[in-house]
């Protein structure tokens, strides 16, 4: 079972900062949280992992509450390309990945 | 830097007809998964090669389906016979080892009639 809760579903206007919560409550010192996207009929693309501290990267920043028991992923600028499915998974280091059914995002005009 | 490559991208077949679908990740990647993901559903992984090694493969319906890494780099995964609830996208992906990021192909959407 995925280690982590997501909202079904988020709206976000063209424009405007997308913000993806997930809760992992039970996640433990080791496991690192990640982040991946599926836009329709293609594989899942990689976005950002973080263990404790915050991250930044040329598509999203990752906000690590201090007790690691949720994070949010922000993408800053939304565009209709950034319309997907939106994954949180923890993980610990070599173990295998468990995706829930994740988020739809949906960027609207 | 060429991504994972997958073939085919489609493909129908009549039920308890063979399938394969080939893989061939990142270059320098030990590491490769195969997923299946049922429509409105995260991916589920069916196995996991370190190198030639299947690694971990608890979740692959042994009795119809089999995967070969045979050299350690491309894959092949295979279903004999299919069945209709077989119809799925299969994914493919690597990682330069067990627990990195993992990198996905585009898929092989199948379809069993």
């Known amino acids: 079972d995925a280690k982590t809760t997501q909202p079904t579903s988020m709206d976000c206007a063209e424009g405007r900062a997308a913000n993806l919560p997930c809760n992992h409550s039970?996640?433990?010192?080791?496991?690192?949280v990640y982040w991946y996207r599926q836009i329709h009929s293609q594989g899942p693309q990689y976005i950002i992992h973080g263990l404790k501290n915050n991250e930044t990267n040329e598509m999203a920043s990752l906000i690590i509450t201090e007790d690691r028991k949720s994070s949010t992923l922000i993408l800053p600028h939304a565009t209709l390309r950034d319309t997907a499915v939106y994954y949180c998974?923890?993980?610990?280091?070599?173990?295998?990945?468990?995706f829930g059914p994740g988020t739809r995002l949906s960027v609207l005009p | 830097e060429a991504g994972v490559v997958q073939s085919p991208r489609y493909k129908i077949i009549e039920k308890k007809q063979p399938v394969a679908f080939w893989c061939n990740p990142i270059?320098?990647?030990?590491?490769l998964y195969w997923y299946l993901q049922n429509l409105g559903q995260g991916p589920e992984l069916l196995i996991r090669y370190e190198n030639e090694e299947a690694v971990d493969d608890s979740q692959l319906p042994k009795d119809r389906f089999s995967a070969e890494r045979l050299k350690g780099v491309d894959s092949t995964l295979k279903i004999q016979p299919a069945e209709l609830g077989d119809s799925a996208v299969y994914l493919c992906?690597?990682?330069?080892?067990?627990?990195?990021?993992?990198?996905f192909g585009p898929g092989t959407r199948l379809l069993v009639l």
């Open positions: 270059s320098g990647h030990n590491t």
């Open positions: 998974i923890v993980i610990d280091y070599g173990q295998n990945f468990v």
């Open positions: 039970t996640i433990s010192g080791n496991e690192y």
């Open positions: 992906a690597s990682s330069i080892t067990g627990g990195e990021t993992q990198y």
